[in-house]
């Protein structure tokens, strides 16, 4: 990919004129994607993207352009739109001794998507549209998106690194609404990763239709959600929306140093229980959120940022490491070619602890039981967070009782890191893709079943 380009000429020009670092962003992505609602299809989009972006940074202060224009004329002229941005009188004698660099991480690709063919793309979305439809007649309306991309990058740097990443970005997920009389209630499922086509063997397109639809229609019979405050169980079927918004977000390094971050200046404090301990990990094969190398060429790493409720550092992307005196975390991550990158999270996830998850249910004499999170709001700067709950079951005597809809949870990051007192031995994970400063990110997040003994829920039964 572009290898005819000459990375060290392009880096040395846009340092022509200052700034003490410089990388070059290259970017081949081709997708395929397919949406069927209704029993029809709507579209199928397929297309080859290419580009470049180049940065320099002086002073703290980032200077970004990009070009789809790939030769190598054209990246010379933008770096040295760069150096003239930079402001300085150049003469400073730049050597660049460029050396590409090698990652354990293997993301093994068994079945790549590129090589099926689009007709055994749209059966696997038709055999999910119609086992979603098959669950009961009060399945209303069915919508199926299937998405695949690979993307090819390339990224050298100023500092000797030329790294290069392959990366598959596989994702189904269904969305059923079911309707009986006035009440409409809806159910969603998804499954993807870092991973060919072979993730189909672990969830089928009829397995993911079907749990969005059941989902769905069991809320149509769910009571109204008790409100106040209460233990509440979630389950690791929930998979981590919780520590990535209430907690992870609040750890991005950008977020502390502006001040918008709970967490700022509380390296070394106690941030949570002891039981609890949150990792960020792109390395983990074949995760949504993982990969070989970030959008600055660090490599993947695992990063421990609460251990045993202590906080111990935050994700740093290279700009956001300089100010703080630090190193890259690996968390360097953009969009596409055409924005600059930014510290944001891989695959976030409280650590497994001990106790087993039925353990923990029957602890709880009553309380609230979550098995699936829906969307939410949090403020990172006081921690304080709502999110709804997509699918939860009341506890009675320690079993998971009759299903409830409605219910919101309704707290504080810090706080709940601090109310949990059970972490189960086992781990779930859910998939999405983070949205940040108009830039959207594939991450994954996981938990295991936690105890959270005292948390606010949201109802409409009080």
């Known amino acids: 990919m572009a290898n005819e380009l000459d990375y060290s000429k392009i880096l040395k020009a846009a340092l022509s004129r200052g700034g003490e670092y410089a990388d ?53 002229a933008l770096a040295a739109e760069i150096a003239r941005a930079c402001g300085g009188n150049g003469g400073k004698d730049i050597v660049l ?26 059966a696997l979305v ?36 030329l790294a290069h990443d392959e990366r598959y970005y596989l994702v189904a997920a269904v969305n059923a609404i079911a309707k009986d009389g006035g009440t409409v209630q809806t159910g969603f499922e998804s499954a993807g990763g870092n991973i060919g086509f072979e993730l189909f063997k672990d969830f089928p397109a009829v397995s993911i239709g079907e749990k969005a639809a059941k989902r769905a229609v069991m809320m149509l019979s769910a009571r109204p959600a008790p409100g106040g405050r209460m233990p509440v169980v979630l389950s690791s079927e929930a998979g981590g929306t919780m520590v990535h918004e209430a907690v992870g977000h609040g750890l991005e390094a950008d977020l502390s140093q502006n001040g918008l971050s709970v967490y700022t200046g509380k390296v070394g404090q106690q941030v949570g229980s002891p039981l609890v301990t949150v990792v960020d990990d792109a390395t983990l094969p074949n995760r949504r959120g993982s990969f070989r190398f970030d959008d600055e060429g660090v490599e993947a790493q695992r990063t421990v940022l609460v251990e045993n409720g202590v906080l111990k550092g935050f994700l740093y992307d290279r700009l956001t490491a300089m100010k703080d005196g630090a190193s890259s975390t690996g968390n360097g991550r953009r969009e596409s070619y055409m924005a600059r990158p930014i510290p944001r999270m891989t695959n976030t996830m409280i650590v497994p602890g001990e106790s087993d998850p039925s353990d923990i249910l029957r602890s709880c004499d009553s309380g609230l039981l979550v098995k699936k999170m829906g969307g939410g709001q949090v403020n990172t700067v006081n921690g304080d967070f709502v999110f709804e709950v997509s699918e939860g079951y009341l506890i009675e005597k320690g079993k998971m009782g009759e299903p409830v809809r409605g219910a919101t949870l309704v707290g504080n990051g810090p706080q709940v890191l601090s109310s949990i007192t ?41």
């Open 24 to 76: 070059l962003y290259v970017e081949h992505t081709v997708p395929t994607a397919i949406a069927l609602e209704d029993g029809k299809v709507e579209k199928v989009i397929s297309g080859v993207e290419s580009g470049a972006g180049l940065r320099v940074i002086t002073g703290f202060r980032t200077i970004y352009a990009y070009t789809n224009d790939m030769t190598e004329k054209a990246l010379l």
């Open 422 to 462: 059970m972490v189960g031995n086992d781990l779930g994970f859910a998939i999405g893709t983070c949205g940040k400063d108009g830039q959207g990110a594939p991450v994954a997040d996981a938990q295991p079943t936690l105890l959270i003994t005292d948390i606010i829920v949201g109802g409409t039964h009080g």
């Open 97 to 122: 001794d460029l050396r590409e660099k090698r990652s354990p991480v293997v993301h093994k690709i068994i079945d790549p998507p590129e090589s099926v063919a689009v007709e055994r793309k749209l």
């Open 126 to 161: 038709k055999e999910a549209d119609r086992a979603a439809r098959a669950v009961d007649h009060r399945v209303a309306q069915v919508a199926v998106q299937y998405r695949d991309t690979l993307q090819k990058v390339t990224i050298a740097c100023s500092d000797g690194t």
